[in-house]
């Protein structure tokens, strides 16, 4: 930890994703975009790097839900009928070239998380109707809560939902970490660009890396927290 102006500043990626103040954000791991029967797929998009992304972001899960981290998914959602589309959101995703922007219909299969990231009960899902999870939602409400300071972010795609629910938690002070290799996009290109970008202002560590600085449950099940 270091000192700025006379406030304590996390330093260390440990001080950081320590368990007592850290959340772990699962973004929008749904069918349409990571499943090949998906929207994305059926636009003609390539979906292979994303489901290879599933399984990682499900290890990864499982071992911060043994360490105790607080787990919230965010769940991208467009209302039928295009109720939460205006005119210009629906120009800026018309913008995705073979993308239709009917993707992730509430209520629809593709709407669901994919198989084997289930939320357990008391973990939040936090429905959003544009790139950044905390545009008109309560996540910023629900991690104030519960005492959240820091976020790592997991999920799809790099370089548009990723980017900028990274970029607005750091906005509203939230220390962020970005999880490399459990994020993805469907362009190599964007997806490299969006982690350069984010590595120029936050935190950008390997799931190992962020794991390595967890402390394990002891032999009573109960955790080791610094």
Not at 23 to 48: H, M, R, W, Y
Not at 57 to 78: C, H, L, P, S, Y
């Amino acid at each position: 930890m270091k000192e700025i102006y006379g406030k304590k500043v996390y330093d260390t990626l440990g001080e950081i994703v320590n368990p007592r103040h850290t959340a772990l954000l699962v973004i929008d791991v749904q069918n349409d975009f990571c499943s090949p029967e998906g929207q994305f797929s059926k636009g003609g998009l390539e979906t292979s790097t994303l489901q290879k992304l599933v399984p990682k972001v499900i290890q990864f899960i499982d071992e911060a839900r043994k360490t105790g981290i607080f787990v919230a998914f965010i769940q991208n959602t467009t209302m039928r009928n295009g109720l939460s589309d205006s005119p210009a959101w629906l120009h800026f995703k018309s913008k995705a070239p073979g993308v239709a922007p009917e993707y992730t219909i509430e209520g629809t299969w593709g709407h669901r998380f994919c198989d084997g990231l289930e939320p357990r009960e008391e973990e939040p899902v936090i429905q959003k109707c544009r790139s950044s999870a905390f545009v008109n939602t309560n996540l910023d409400l629900v991690l104030r809560s519960n005492g959240i300071e820091s976020i790592i972010i997991t999920g799809c795609v790099t370089h548009g939902c990723v980017l900028a629910t990274a970029r607005h938690g750091a906005f509203l002070d939230y220390y962020v970490v970005v999880a490399k290799d459990c994020v993805e996009s469907n362009n190599a290109g964007l997806h490299e660009a969006a982690l350069r970008i984010m590595e120029s202002r936050l935190d950008v560590a390997s799931s190992e890396e962020i794991l390595n600085e967890w402390p394990k449950l002891n032999k009573q099940g109960q955790r080791n927290l610094p």
